[in-house]
Each structure stands twice: as structure tokens, then as C-alpha cells.
């Protein structure tokens, strides 16, 4: 298993994303929830990772006391030994999902930002390609500007239809 835990790994997720130190963050989401849901969502998954966490290292722990070096477990340890792996196995499981889940919501955060900017940045393209291409009239030298177009509706020319 690596050094860092699962938790820490959220912690520098969760930094990088919000660029703000989790002290801060776990104020801001209890604050002021509504501002950012992804965050409130985030620091939520969060504290059910501390929770998992810690059963981690309990687990490990005892598993270690019990199969400590020198030392021959008796038959009632084996019991135990066998609870406390499965109980590891199923903390480091869901220590797992919680980060997943995370990674997940920031996931989803980036997207969101994503798509905010999207409209204005696909407008803005439109624009200048439409500038770009604009219609000349018959004659026109190509390095002068191109009419305005008109706006509103046009005046027929042959008077009221009958």
C-alpha cells in the first residue's frame, strides 16, 4: 500500500480544484452551501473518507498486533485475524469509491465550467466568422469592407398586393 492515504489523495484533489487549503473549503461549504453545491457535495464525500480512513488504520492495527513478528496466534486469534482482514478489505473499498466519487464531482465541476463558456466562446467564433466571410457586391475590390447589413424588415418596391 502506498504512503499516502486515501484521504490525502482527496485533500490534494479537492485543493487543486478549488485552489484554497481544505481549512478553508470545509468553512466556505458549511457557510455558504448554496454558492457551490459540487462543493458542499465534495466536502460531504469528504467526511465520510475521514470515516473510512480511520477504520483503515484501525484495521491494519489490530492486524498487525495480531501477526506481529515472534508471535504464533492462538486458535481464537484466527478469528479475529480473519474479521479484521475482511473488515480492512471492505474499508479500503470504500475508502476507494468515496475517492472515486470526488474525482467524480470535480469532474463534473470542470464540465460545468466547461459549458458556461462554451456559448459565449462558440458566439464570439461565429461572429468573426461571419466578419470574415461577409458578402461583397458585384465589383467590389476585395480589400475594401463589406456593406452593413440591414436590419428590420425590407420595403417592397412594387407598392400593396392585391
Do not use: C
Amino acid at each position: 500500500m502506498s504512503d499516502a492515504t486515501a484521504l490525502n489523495q482527496a485533500d490534494a484533489m479537492i485543493e487543486k480544484a478549488w485552489g484554497r487549503p481544505i481549512d478553508a473549503l470545509e468553512t466556505l461549504a458549511v457557510r455558504h452551501p448554496v454558492e457551490d453545491p459540487l462543493l458542499r457535495s465534495a466536502m460531504h464525500i469528504r467526511s465520510s473518507l475521514v470515516v473510512s480512513n480511520n477504520a483503515v488504520a484501525v484495521h491494519q492495527d489490530r492486524l498487525h498486533a495480531l501477526t506481529r513478528s515472534g508471535h504464533v496466534p492462538a486458535f481464537y486469534d484466527l478469528e479475529r485475524i480473519t474479521s479484521s482482514t475482511v473488515s480492512l478489505r471492505v474499508a479500503l473499498a470504500e475508502s476507494q469509491t468515496a475517492l472515486q466519487a470526488i474525482s467524480r464531482v470535480i469532474e463534473a465541476r470542470e464540465a460545468a465550467a466547461t459549458a458556461d463558456r462554451a456559448p459565449a466562446v462558440r458566439l464570439a467564433q461565429a461572429a468573426v466568422a461571419r466578419s470574415a466571410h461577409a458578402p461583397r457586391t458585384l465589383g467590389q475590390p476585395p480589400d475594401q469592407p463589406a456593406p452593413s447589413a440591414t436590419v428590420g424588415p425590407t420595403v417592397a418596391a412594387t407598392g400593396p398586393r392585391r
